[in-house]
């Protein structure tokens, strides 16, 4: 862990942010605290998020920098690969096989103090703190104990992944960290993604906007084939290789994992991707196609990270300071003719699983068993459910079906609730008759 | 797919034996994918000029530095300022200020990539165009930010035509830019429309082949694996022989035209099933729009050969270009796909699709579509060897494989104020009122600089609250701004009231300020822009089609980062 | 920073407190509560408390693979519905659609899979697969061969595959159901 305080800001550094926080323009909002409060807020109080250090991660930090953001953390699970070089520019070839946080936010920091040698002894402008690899994966890999009080601490976060299993997991996780009693804890997440001379940045307000998880269906599916093509009748380069992956792989190693970072891995899938395609009359396999369809690579290049990071950033420094309107709340490039981008207020989904479902205080009786809350909630008029099924995040609590489950879950039924739940606790109810999933707080009486 | 192809011609030229690529297309991997080695190499050779060292004009450099550009001069006499070390990535921060810009920023840049030749620059710019204007001209495109118009119009009356100018401007939240060329021609355009696959055309060993399958008697798993094509082409020509025979003889090349006739053909193919579930009918069926949408030369096309059928004007140039599009033309005259048809086709290329198939029959139809191809290929490379140029198989099959979406841009010459745009500017305020003031703003601004107006419009730094002069040195600052605008309109133009009203206060909210997320904002834009300029892959702006006669487009791409859009003016 | 509480104080849902479930397990939870099975498949969860990997015992009443009770096992990860379920086939069958190593070929399991199809919607398209064997997009193209060429050795070959029998040097699991 990199810990390094200081500031030391020259004159003029500011010059230029300054005049937007300086004096309102025609689109700011009248809470603008124009001059030193928003410096201050800026530059001493904002704590900023980026989740990802690579292609718009080394972006994203080096503009929050510039910016005047000096409290900024940031959280890859990746180590530098060669082909990052292309576009993610705060790491060298020296420093292939390294951390992509711990190397990025060095840079960031030592960039203001290069020539001194001693970046560290001097003081630097910037307070980063990185959290290294294995620390993301173990809060990436039990969502249902991590600590809110970690994401608490921000007042905002920006993603930067090419994974949509981790934003679907960042954004359930801000919504769900959205309390009616704490304005604090609803955290603008600011997420950007790119591919090839496309790219979009969206700013999201949980529980306010469109989530994530809202435009699901909005995403390309990544190309699968069919596993009989395969199998037996490729036609495509494409199929040998699938073929020498998704059947020849484990059928040759067992349960030996692929490794799709390592080259002889790559090799082996190239070598028997080349002679399936051989045998079959079919042209076009290269070891780089091999590579790129095993490993789903996406084209990335410096100038759309460049763009989408801007965008994120910008969006960042216009909500922490209020200095101007900011982006509401998708903004889509298509450079591949022309400049072309579309903005517009992607709308928020009724029966979205994350932000859409319904949400009912319950305060019931510590001696109420499991059985008596599912009667109430199929008579109570406002809820109406029929047939309802239970769950806790950690468990079941009464599944309706199949009936292994439901024989399982019966005894619960039995059961008080303050036996089954804490105080303040959780339970999801899923039904038939609701659009997707309804949300129980309980307290007891 | 057309971006894997690419790359599977761009990388097998470079592989090792084993297959593992060089350390150096494992670098450029992800932008190989999409540019190819061709383009890479394209970028590799160019040179490009920049000025001033400012915070946008290294964002952009960034962007060409990174993926392998030739070589950059950075321009700049200046001194590092504390504002420049706040603001510009590329400088050394605080140690950097009182230092050379150029020679602080191009250190800064040249880490990222040893492969990059980049110099500093450190003459004046106006001294430069006075004394060594040749030098000017070596380069590919020169890129200029918040230059000022006197320096401008000096700078692109030097470069017409040769040398691409970039001019971009910006003050705080908002920008614009514009590039400045005669002609762009694109062969690699990565279009997302494919060739034909002439289905209501077929070629002889095609038809042929569809017209000899037994559909009724062969083996019922090869019958369910004749790939769609086949199938389509079969039913159309049973479809028009049965029409000839109780019409005129024309229907011979006709197509179902009428919502019902096209709906009894889709029935047709349907009842050419053995079992319900054959899937390769089922495509065929969903497919059969092909049999109706006569393969054509693309309007686009067509115009091209007008274009370089007439234009003698045109400059010699080393391009090739002209002479291929001679080449096509004449192909397409003299060559229909069969003497059944009366026009002319493009060649046809070999860019079939995946469908439902077994390899046998699916590799069979490509080789007789290969076939086919390599044949008009040869009648393309008599008309060529016609037009007394050397171009090589790489460049003719990337021009075949890519003529039904070949592409000519024109743009024009940078004038601060010109007579001749007034109108289309007029126009395009009622149009695109936003992005019209926006890029009037900026313009303005830049006029105002150069009469070095702006500079004692300083924004102060401290007091929380606007003080009294300040407010009127911005309200006079938007006068300024105002009367400006108006000598690029027809006298008597009203402004937009709310717009220029947001414009204008936006100018003068930061006149001077050169944002870190707005310069690499732009920094993205630009470079993009300028690779595809470089590589001439993919579609850059421009002020429309050579070869179109309306003049309804400026070229200039505009940028609000408040409200966060691009527009196209 | 922005007033957003502001914002959320004027919105109709001001004060929704959102669960801790994931939104993968709530789909989960609602696909296999709403499951409309026909009496000839059943789930099987070997750890009640996981819902994410379990069973499906296939036992067709008509066909040729009547008498037999077919297990696939489902795992499902934490970007569902994202991601299809992994569905594989437990046991070594004759089948002109599953390979030997269990493999299945059925297009919503992979190229036509998306997130709006459930659970229920892959259980009963595996069904499907036993009533009426795809014989043109095979898996077990000998299988499919045999089927479309000879189809009553075919059938022999499915009844003693079934009973376990050793077939051409392959080992078939006996499936026959109690």
Sequence with gaps: MVNVQGNQDWEGRYYHIDQILDAPGPRTDEGFMAGDDVKDFLRNQAKILVIGAGGLGCEILANLALTGFKDIHVIDMDTIDISNLNRQFLFRQKDVGKSKAIVAAEFIMKTRARSQGDAVSIGLAFLLQIISSGEFLRYFGKIQDKDDDYYLQFNLVICGLDSVEARRWINATLVNLVDSENPESLKPLIDGGTEGFKGQARVILPTITSCYECSLDMLNKPTAFPICTIANTPRLPEHCIEWASVLEWPRVHGDKKMDTDNPDDISWLYAVAASRANEFNIEGVTWSLTQGVVKNIIPAIASTNAIIAASCCNEAFKIATSSAAYLNNYFMLIGVEGVYSYTFEHEKKGNCPVCGGESVSLSISREMVLEELIELLTERQDIQIKNPSLSTPTKQLYLRAPLQLEEATRPNLLKKMSELIPDGGEVTVTAGTLPFSLSLDISFT | MNDSQSLETATTSIQAPSGVPDPKTRRYDRQLRLWAASGQAALESARILVIPATATATSILKNLVLPGLGHFTLMDDGAVTGADAGNNFFLDGFFSIGKSRAEEAVKGLLEMNDGVEGVADVRDIQEVLKSDKGWLKTFDVVIAHNVDSNVLNDLAALLWPETHLVVVNSAGFLAEFSIHYREHQVIESHSETSASLRIDQAFPALLEYAMSLPLDTMDITDHAHIPYPVILVRALEEWRREREQVTSPSSSTGSPRTTVEKKVFKERIRAMMRKFDEENFEEAEAQAFKCWTPTIIPIEVKELFALYSSSTSLPPSASTFPALISALANFVQNNPASPRYPSGLLPLTLSLPDMKSSTEEYVKLQKMYRAQSEKEKQVFKDYLSREQVDADDVTIDAFLKNSHALKVLKGNEWKDVDPGSKELLLDKLSTHPKETATHLALAAARRLGAKDVLSSFKSSSGPNDATMAENLDKNKLKDLLTAEAMTFLPPGTELPETEWRIVSGEIARAPSADLPTTAAFLGGLVAQEVIKMITKQYIPISAGNAASSANDQLGICVVDLVETWTGIL | ?178
Excluded at chain 3, 84 to 97: D, E, F
């Design chain 3, 1 to 178: 920073m922005i007033k957003i509480w502001s914002m959320k104080k004027n919105e109709e849902a001001a004060g929704k407190k959102k669960p801790k479930t994931s939104a993968a397990q709530i789909r989960v939870q609602k696909d296999l509560t709403e499951l409309d099975l026909p009496s000839t498949m059943k789930t099987y969860f070997h750890d009640p408390a996981d819902l994410l990997n379990f069973t499906l015992t296939i036992t067709p009443d008509e066909g040729m693979y009547k008498g037999g009770a077919f297990n696939f096992s489902f795992a499902i990860n934490s970007n569902y519905p994202h991601d299809p379920p992994k569905v594989k086939c437990t046991q070594t069958i004759y089948h002109p659609n599953v390979d030997l190593e269990g493999n299945v070929c059925l297009n919503i399991l992979r190229e036509d899979w998306k997130p709006v199809l459930n659970l229920n919607a892959v259980m009963v398209g595996l069904q499907y697969l036993f009533l009426e064997p795809n014989t043109d997009d095979p898996l077990n193209k000998e299988a499919a061969q045999e089927m479309s060429k000879n189809r009553d050795e075919f059938v022999m070959h499915v009844k003693s595959s079934m009973r376990g029998a050793n077939i051409k040097g392959v080992q078939y699991t006996s499936v026959i159901s109690q």
